[in-house]
């Protein structure tokens, strides 16, 4: 053991990767398209499972 402080440079940091992004039309395309699919599906549901109310 000795009283001698060892300096280290830190590791260098890697540049980050660029994100494959999407123009914004295709992504507010893309949002009302999955809107519509889900109002698509819940019509579905409801017409063809029923999920009607309860029995009284």
């Known amino acids: 053991m000795s009283n001698v402080i060892k300096f280290e440079r830190p590791p260098e940091d890697k540049p980050p990767k660029p994100k494959a992004s999407v123009s914004p039309?295709?992504?507010k395309t893309l949002i009302w398209v999955?809107?519509?699919a889900a109002f698509g599906l819940a019509w579905a549901y409801f017409t063809?499972?029923?999920g009607g109310a309860a029995p009284a």
Do not use: D, L
């Open 25 to 27: 039309s295709m992504r």
């Open 34 to 36: 999955g809107i519509v």
């Open 48 to 50: 063809f499972v029923g």
